[in-house]
């Protein structure tokens, strides 16, 4: 498929950008990457979810407490993948390469796969975010339809009050099919992937089998089949739950654009920071729990324009970027209250529920 271009320009608006950040970590002193409050985070985030899932699988607590816990599990699991897995990924956990790889490798150990998550979210939907066909973060075809060039379907006008049932999937779908999608076909989507290493092969099946042995065939060996059952579910689909939701309100509200390309040139009307403003929003970026709990990716401009900066940095450099936006007339899109970015998704979907 032909892959579009970004208009470019001279004086660009992201190279100011540049500038500025850059000169902003200058005079305070500090490192774009982690500092010991993100690895406080991510300890505690790591000990609480072993401690949940060994309590959980050889101690065997009661059906209300072992139901409470799988939902927590289910929350550190997210949490885990937004505070240190997506950082590490993205190379901005530590100024320590290993430590970085070693921060992405935690999704493996979730069942999921960094080379393949890498790969759509890093190289796919970073650079081309909200554009339908490419950005495989806005196909969930047939059951959603998350933008107008989509097929509509009658299913669509009653997608505002089913979704939340499909983000539940997300996890499951993620872990059991897309992950092996990608893996047979080496394609995110209607995008190939680069070639797989042996390591990355061996990588890939290791980690799928060592997360069965530790989520399937261990919890039913220890407390049976049907309780494994009803806790699996219930962690994975509430982890689905988040995962998807933090994901979609920073993208598919109201007033972010899905853009495409000129049909002739193959261009976008953008240069590529405007396009990532234009495509993210953000979110309750005043609420400290959030922002702990979702590794900073309420701030999704900040992220989008500065991918390789740790979430610790985005309330600063914020700042920033909403006064750069101010002086070149740019819109910056934020819900100042997570509610009313719940609410502008679910009337999103209203609106492309309509034909």
Not at 253 to 266: D, I, K, M
Request: net charge positive; hydrophobic share 45%; aromatic share 16%.
């Amino acid at each position: 498929m032909n892959i579009p271009k970004f208009s470019q320009v001279s004086h660009s608006f992201h190279a100011e950008l540049k500038k500025r950040i850059s000169d902003y970590f200058k005079e305070v002193g500090k490192s774009t990457t982690g500092n010991y409050s993100l690895f406080i985070k991510a300890i505690i985030l790591v000990v609480g979810f072993l401690f949940i899932y060994i309590h959980l699988v050889f101690f065997t607590p009661t059906a209300v407490w072992a139901i409470l816990e799988s939902v927590v599990l289910g929350g550190l699991t997210a949490a885990i993948g937004f505070n240190v897995m997506h950082d590490g990924a993205h190379g901005s956990f530590s100024r320590y390469t290993w430590l970085n790889n070693l921060a992405a490798l935690s999704v493996n150990f979730l069942g999921a796969n960094n080379f393949m998550w890498k790969t759509k979210h890093n190289v796919i939907h970073h650079a081309y975010t909200n554009i339908d066909g490419i950005d495989d973060d806005i196909d969930a075809k047939p059951f959603l339809r998350l933008c107008e060039s989509q097929k509509y379907y009658k299913m669509h006008r009653y997608q505002h009050l089913y979704f939340w049932l499909t983000y539940c999937l997300l996890y499951l779908w993620w872990v059991f099919v897309t992950d092996y999608k990608k893996y047979f076909t080496g394609r995110v989507g209607n995008v190939p992937i680069r070639k797989m290493k042996p390591v990355d092969h061996i990588s890939f099946w290791s980690f799928k089998l060592l997360h069965l042995a530790l989520f399937i065939f261990l919890p039913i060996y220890t407390v049976g089949f049907e309780a494994w059952l009803v806790g699996f579910l219930v962690s994975s689909l509430f982890a689905g739950f988040v995962l998807s939701i933090v994901f979609q309100l920073a993208h598919t509200v109201e007033h972010t654009h899905f853009p495409h390309a000129n049909e002739e040139t193959g261009k976008m009307e953008d240069e590529w920071a405007i396009h990532q403003i234009k495509t993210t929003a953000n979110f309750a970026t005043k609420n400290k729990v959030v922002s702990w709990l979702v590794g900073g990716l309420n701030f999704q401009v900040e992220h989008h324009l500065f991918p390789k900066i740790s979430h610790i940095h985005y309330p600063a450099i914020s700042k920033i970027i909403k006064k750069a936006c101010e002086e070149y007339g740019i819109r910056y899109i934020e819900y100042r209250r997570l509610h009313t970015a719940v609410f502008s998704h679910v009337a999103y979907l209203r609106q492309l529920g309509k034909r």
